[in-house]
């Protein structure tokens, strides 16, 4: 416990107590000034997304590049089969470093739906 205290009384940050001022201005210290810090400035625009969600549809192996646009159906423009649009998924997560929850990965079943998700997803990247 001496040790503790010891220790503690090296570490302490002396502290000024709020000032007030005339009109109810105050006074804070060192805490005067504020950052504000943002989860997440660089996100990505609209465009970016649409580019890269065609561009990982697109190297699929089963996929045509000719056919791939903006609204394609994975399954029934494409013919892709159920596994074929759970591994485009895992390879649109890989692309954006993201992390899709099975329930949301069960409903992207076109390029449309996996554009509005990313560009939707704050971390994406």
Same mark, same amino acid.
């Given at each position: ?13 002396? !502290? ?29 625009? /609209?465009?970016? +997304? +649409?580019?890269?969600?065609?561009? +990982?549809? /697109?190297?699929?192996?089963? !996929?045509?590049?000719?056919? !791939? #646009?903006?609204? +394609?159906?994975?399954?029934?423009? %494409?013919? %892709?089969?159920?596994?074929? #649009? ?10 954006? /470093?993201?992390?899709?929850?099975? /329930? ?22």
């Amino acid at each position: 416990m001496a040790l503790r205290n010891a220790v503690l009384r090296h570490l302490r940050v002396p !502290v000024q107590n709020l000032a007030v001022r005339g009109s109810n201005q105050s006074q804070i210290g060192f805490l005067g000034s504020i950052r504000a810090f943002s989860s997440h400035d660089d996100h990505l625009s /609209k465009q970016d +997304v +649409v580019d890269r969600v065609l561009d +990982v549809v /697109k190297s699929f192996p089963k !996929v045509d590049p000719a056919k !791939v #646009t903006p609204d +394609v159906h994975f399954q029934k423009d %494409l013919g %892709l089969d159920s596994l074929d #649009t759970v591994e485009i998924v895992m390879a649109i997560e890989e692309e954006f /470093k993201l992390e899709i929850p099975d /329930k949301e990965a069960d409903k992207i079943d076109s390029c449309s739906l996996a554009i509005e998700y990313v560009f939707n997803h704050p971390m994406s990247s």
